[in-house]
């Protein structure tokens, strides 16, 4: 990449929004980082310069590894893969190829989060015609609700579909450590284990206890489950609003 190059008015009215990847000229087969920009944003990323750094803040895993290139007198390149975007199909293009590389190639991107925190992976094709005709769920007790979205996606990739992990790794993921309104999680009847919009399972705590972590909880074990069960496979999507960080939801508790 040319340090001189700039998209001048011209170009940068044809641009729109676009998405973009940058490259380590050491091993350039995969990119180490996808965004989304619009103007200069894809040659000021590469330069590293795009955001201010304090003396006593570490670098990202991102900006550590431009420092590296540029250090070995190389320049980062960098690749416009769609342009003329509007920024709602920039977002989409980017989640959509951070997943495919996260798949093929994982921990090799550094972008500190998935998608402007929007990527939802990729689906099984099983698991999404579960999803898009599963019932919509309707409290009729005091329930926990626990997202486990990070740890489900190391579960797919093990066992190669949402429908095959094994129900006492899906407790694993679920029992803790969670920062609870302790008396309200007591009052909840049962605790459902949710990931990309569906109940995967259903545990009823036979109690919580400390965890040993910044006050934490986690659950103790389980009892019987059965009266329950029924709740697994059906979607919880419009329980939540999009792009909530929270794993937790309280219903009826």
Not at 52 to 67: G, H, R, Y
Not at 195 to 217: N, Y
Request: proline share 4%; with cysteine.
């Amino acid at each position: 990449m040319e340090m001189s190059a700039v998209f001048d008015n011209k170009a940068q009215e044809q641009l729109g929004y676009y998405v973009y990847a940058l490259f380590d000229p050491r091993n350039p087969q995969w990119p180490f980082y996808i965004g989304k920009g619009c103007g200069n944003r894809v040659f000021s990323h590469a330069l590293g310069n795009e955001v201010v750094q304090f003396e006593d803040e570490p670098l990202s895993a991102k900006l550590q590894l431009i420092a590296e290139i540029k250090n070995d007198g190389l320049f980062v390149g960098s690749r416009i893969i769609r342009f003329g975007l509007s920024e709602d199909e920039a977002f989409k293009i980017e989640a959509s190829l951070i997943d495919l590389v996260n798949l093929i190639q994982p921990d090799i991107l550094k972008n500190e989060v998935s998608g402007h925190g929007v990527a939802e992976g990729i689906y099984d094709a099983a698991d999404l015609a579960l999803s898009l005709c599963a019932k919509e769920l309707q409290p009729d007790r005091p329930m926990l609700v626990i997202k486990i979205e990070r740890q489900w996606a190391g579960l797919v990739s093990k066992h190669g579909s949402g429908t095959k992990v094994p129900r006492e790794e899906i407790y694993e993921a679920t029992k803790g450590e969670w920062k609870l309104n302790i008396s309200r999680a007591q009052r909840a009847e049962c605790v459902l284990a949710v990931a990309r919009g569906l109940v995967r399972a259903v545990f009823v705590p036979s109690g919580w206890t400390d965890s040993g972590h910044e006050s934490r909880k986690k659950m103790t074990g389980e009892n019987q489950h059965s009266q329950v069960s029924g709740y697994v496979g059906q979607s919880v999507a419009h329980l939540f609003v999009r792009g909530s960080q929270n794993p937790l939801r309280y219903l009826q508790c």
